[in-house]
């Protein structure tokens, strides 16, 4: 066949189908239908039914449908346009609920009353109907949970899009969300959940689930869809037919689901089927890749269903032969059961075609061609997100229903993270879910008593309760948050006294506790305050607080200086610390010594203080020769990194400094920016923006089942950052700066993937101009990113950046460590040189990427890094170079995903320049590796040949 691919444009086709045959829907009855699920565990949700109207029964299915209310906080219920109105239609359709002004960016459904780990059938359906009067079909993205599901594309205000996904739902609620990605407003018009047995769809598990592309049912196309209650699962299945080239089988006998049935594909769905007219072809179908940006490279699981339909005299026999893409992927010879249900399938997904044609061929041993009586085709959808510890989503919904707090909270609490919910903050931990760690609802119309969930949030770190009317009192529960570091109940009405687990915590200095203007509230068990009047203010805050609680922390912490001071005293006895390349550094940079006089713009913290950010320095999320970084909260909840200097540091308390003056003078978007410093006596340390998804090395090795991997247009994108960023320092600064540790994992990544070089402990400046290099006495920095001359003669110029630069970028085209063990250590630039001799750029690049790239975009990109790196520092580009070449890898592999999002969404066939060589690659790996298409069957079957077992 080839050609157009007609599975899909059967589904384009379908929605009219959907509208004229489904949309039985009836005015009539009317049923008030209580709690979420149906008998039968079914939820249908008729998005946009007013609340007050009654829910109805569908004339069709007969299955209850309720208004949306008691399923999402947000939007608004609009009517379709009643030109759009027919009376066939699906009543459901008939409203929406729209999240425009005013919304937040993403809004979600919860469904409640779900069983753990078990797998459910969750459909959605759009009908644009022109609700709004703007004429605008818009495109958005459906999540499921916290994960992607997929983008909702409306292209017609009448055409219906339904998706469908099956997935093993991990908790006992589920939560479908409309994201706003900035293409219109996202809408719905219906929801429903059907419970599965966990036993169908094995290929749905924990950590993928299965999208709809197709399901189709084969025979007499009588426009009949097939679903509830002929499926009892509600799967709605096409039909679907080719009279030019196969005729029709149909049976009125009921054709069983066998005992261990794994999808149970309905009888009336089994009963038909297609066969060849001419009986020495094959049947014959095929299918486009939908790759998306969210997922570029998506695999695909395809099911046959299978029964024989005819009673076959002696001596006749069906069996075929299933080829996907001309490799032999059932290579048995199947012959499906009469009467019963049987399936061929692949267990593990396809990937990296852009079309799939499958081809069902009588083997020579067959007397009669094959049969085909259903058909369902999934992309695989990776389901590994992980979504915020139980307990704490447990605690904070609780919260949110006890305050009724509306803000944006909808969906999971901290992931994705870009749409964690206004006012949390979130430890983002590498082996655990993630975790609230800060709350603030201050001025948040609070009212009521405090309720006992904050004390369930056992991370919690920060909590901010201020200017509310909460009444009652403070639970004493809340000192049993052992995190907790920073608490401010000040301007509400709580009585009663604060609770001694509170005081002793504030006494030893672990807390910070602020509860000013209650005027009901005592300070201590014995003596309540007179109601104080409105002069309030931090003075009052304080003056509450025993005195002998002041005496006390002021002695703690006298003591607890002193004896650092001790411990200071013996190391710098015991140790010389390097001294002079730093001070040469500053006093270039600053044109003067400032050692003894920090004078910068930025915050300046006491050590006290930056206890109380970090928590008593408890979460360390890096480490360097300097000493530890750690995680951290200031007051109003800004994540921070501090990067306290240890007294064993390698880098001198010049070194440090030395970065402190330098980045509060330098200001660049892709450097990391200083929020504040403490030069507290003997303590230093640096309080930087936090950079939220850790530094690049990370996400090019490691965390892989964490985080999805980079694709080539974030990784140009983080490259082509990092390199402006070095840029500056060299051009942009006066006199210029050499970083002199440039590596992967000194460059962070925020929530927005945004790269920012980090570290200037080793910053050097040097006068530019004809004498471009300077002499150090001793040599710094990594090992593998270091420059040949550099090693060999200490002269430090800025072409040693642009070498460690560019082995950088040979790490974010191959995803290789700098030095591999291949099985010797070999440096990354000899691996690729080596490997690019013999003209293989696929060998070099990254195949977690699954050749989802501009070719040319990845060699320019692989050859700026060898030129980066040549021997002869002369030869070697500068970064403005490097800025200006990266600029035109970035448009390349731009205008490639313009190029192919067109074709893909033409939905017709030609195959567009420059996706050949990819499609070309990627059918040689398949041809390397006969696994690739394998499919396995189920079912009451005697295959006449011997062959593997089934699995
Ligand atoms: C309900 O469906 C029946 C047939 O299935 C049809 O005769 C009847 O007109 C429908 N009622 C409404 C209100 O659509
Ligand atoms: C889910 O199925 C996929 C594909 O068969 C497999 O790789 C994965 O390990 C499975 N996950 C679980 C949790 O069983
Ligand atoms: C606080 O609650 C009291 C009692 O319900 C009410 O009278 C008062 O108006 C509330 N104040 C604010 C600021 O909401
Ligand atoms: C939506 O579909 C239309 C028509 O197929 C296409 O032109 C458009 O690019 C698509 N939009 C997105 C964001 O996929
Ligand atoms: C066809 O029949 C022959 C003879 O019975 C047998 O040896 C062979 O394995 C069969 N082939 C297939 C594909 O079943």
């Known amino acids: 066949m080839g050609g157009p691919c007609w599975v899909r444009s059967a589904i384009m086709a379908a929605p009219w189908l959907l509208l004229l045959l489904l949309g039985l829907a009836g005015r009539g009855g ?29 004339n069709g299915t007969k299955l209850s449908f309720v208004s949306d209310a008691g399923f999402v906080d947000a939007g608004t ?66 999540h499921l949970g916290v994960n992607y599901w997929t983008t909702v594309n409306i292209t017609d205000a009448d055409t219906p899009v339904i998706v469908e996904a099956i997935v093993v739902v991990p908790g006992d609620s589920a939560q479908v969300c409309l994201v706003d990605t900035g293409s219109g407003t996202p809408f719905i018009s219906s929801l429903d959940l059907r419970p599965l047995k ?32 002929d499926d009892p699962h509600d799967r709605i299945w096409f039909p679907m037919s080719k009279p030019t080239e196969w005729s029709e089988i149909t049976t ?24 060849p007219i001419n009986a020495s072809k094959p049947i014959e179908f095929s299918w486009d890749a939908e790759p998306t940006a969210k997922d570029p490279a998506p695999g695909y699981i395809c099911i046959l269903h299978l029964s024989e339909l005819q009673l076959l005299p002696p001596g006749a026999a069906r069996q075929f032969f299933v080829t996907i893409n001309g490799l032999l992927s059932y290579a048995r010879g199947f012959s499906p059961q009469y009467l019963f249900t049987n399936a061929v399938f692949n267990s593990n997904a396809n990937y990296g075609f852009h079309q799939y044609n499958v081809s069902l061929n009588a083997t020579p041993n067959s007397t009669l061609p094959p049969i085909l009586n259903g058909l369902e085709i999934f992309s695989v959808l990776p389901t590994t997100g992980v979504p915020t510890a139980d307990q704490d989503v447990s605690a904070i919904t609780a919260i949110r229903g006890k305050y009724q707090v509306k803000k944006n909270w909808m969906g999971d609490p901290c992931m994705p993270k870009s749409f964690a919910w206004n006012g949390l903050g979130c430890s983002y931990a590498v082996s655990s879910p993630p975790s609230v760690t800060g709350l603030n609802l201050s001025s948040s119309g609070l009212s009521g008593n405090m309720s006992a969930s904050f004390a369930s949030l056992k991370g919690l770190q920060y909590l901010d309760l201020s200017r509310n009317n909460l009444t009652g009192s403070i639970p004493d529960t809340l000192s049993q948050l052992s995190s907790l570091t920073f608490l401010d109940l000040t301007g509400n009405q709580l009585s009663g006294s604060i609770p001694s687990g509170l005081l002793k915590r504030m006494q030893d200095g672990s807390l910070t506790l602020r509860f000013g ?168 340390a640096l309080v930087y923006e936090y950079m939220s998804e850790g530094a690049l090395h990370e996400h090019l090795r490691g965390r892989e089942n964490k985080t999805r991997c980079l694709t080539w247009r974030q990784r140009l994108r983080i490259a082509l950052e990092s390199a402006q960023g070095l840029e500056y320092l060299h051009k942009g600064c006066n006199p210029p700066l050499i970083h002199r540790d440039v590596k992967t994992s000194n460059i962070l990544l925020n929530a927005n993937l945004d790269a920012k070089i980090a570290d200037f402990g080793l910053l050097k400046a040097f006068n530019g101009g004809g004498d471009t290099h300077v002499s150090t ?19 430090l110029t800025n072409k040693s950046d642009v070498f460690s630069f560019g082995v950088v970028l040979l790490e974010i085209v191959t995803g290789q460590p700098h030095i591999l063990n291949d099985p010797e250590p070999t440096s990354i630039i000899q691996w690729v040189q080596q490997r690019l001799a013999r003209g293989n750029i696929e060998s070099v690049v990254d195949a977690r990427m699954r050749g989802d790239y501009d070719i040319n975009s990845v060699w320019k990109a692989a050859d700026i890094a060898l030129k980066c790196t040549t021997h002869a520092p002369e030869q070697r580009p500068t970064m403005t170079d490097v800025v200006a070449q990266l600029q035109e890898c970035l448009e390349l592999e731009v205008a490639r995903g313009d190029a192919t999002a067109g074709f893909y969404t033409a939905g017709s066939g030609g195959n567009p320049n420059g996706y050949s060589g990819y499609v070309a690659d990627v059918s040689t790996d398949v041809s390397q590796s006969s696994t690739a298409f394998e499919m396995e069957h189920f079912g009451r079957v005697t295959s006449m040949s011997s062959g593997p077992a089934a699995r």
Do not use: W
Request: with cysteine; glycine share 8%; net charge positive.
């Open 30 to 58: 009317v049923l008030r239908v209580h709690g979420q699920a149906d008998n039968l565990g079914f939820i249908s949700i008729d998005c946009g039914l007013p609340e007050s109207a009654s829910g109805y029964v569908d």
């Open 198 to 229: 966990n036993s169908l769809y094995p290929m749905a598990n924990a950590t993928q689930g299965l999208v709809l592309l197709a399901r189709a049912n084969f025979g007499p196309n009588d426009g009949r869809l097939v679903r509830f209650p």
């Open 77 to 142: 219920n609009y009517n379709m346009s009643v030109e759009y109105i027919t009376p066939s239609m699906d009543r459901s359709f008939h409203n929406v609920r729209s999240f425009g002004a005013g919304a937040s960016a993403r809004n979600c459904y919860t469904l409640r009353s779900l069983v753990s780990g078990l797998k459910y059938l969750v459909r959605a359906k759009f009908m644009y109907g022109n609700y709004d009067g703007l004429s605008r079909s818009p495109v958005f993205d459906l």
């Open 252 to 275: 009125p006998l009921k054709v069983q689901n066998i005992d261990e049935d794994k999808f149970e594909a309905p009888s009336a769905v089994m009963q038909t089927a297609v066969t």
């Open 517 to 684: 203007n209650n005027p009901n509230l005592c300070s201590n068990g014995d003596s309540c305050q007179p109601p104080k009047k409105k002069k309030k203010s931090k003075v009052v805050m304080y003056a509450v607080v025993p005195i002998v609680v002041v005496l006390v922390t002021v002695l703690l912490s006298v003591l607890l200086f002193c004896m650092r001071r001790r411990k200071k005293g013996t190391t710098s006895r015991n140790s010389v610390k390097p001294q002079n390349e730093a001070s040469t550094a500053l006093s270039h940079s600053r044109g003067s010594n400032g050692h003894s006089s920090l004078c910068l713009d930025n915050r300046r913290f006491t050590y006290a203080e930056l206890e109380a950010v970090t928590d008593g320095f408890r979460r360390v999320i890096g480490r360097g020769g300097f000493g530890k970084v750690y995680d951290g909260f200031l007051e109003d909840g800004t994540q921070v990194a501090v990067k306290l200097r240890s007294e064993s540091s390698d880098q001198g308390v010049q070194e440090f400094l030395a970065e402190a003056r330098t980045l509060a003078k330098i200001h660049h978007k892709n450097l990391v920016s200083l929020i504040g410093y403490c030069k507290d006596r003997e303590y230093m």
């Open 777 to 795: 006495a001793r040599v710094v920095g990594t090992r593998g990113y270091l420059a040949p001359e550099y090693l060999a003669t200490f002269q």
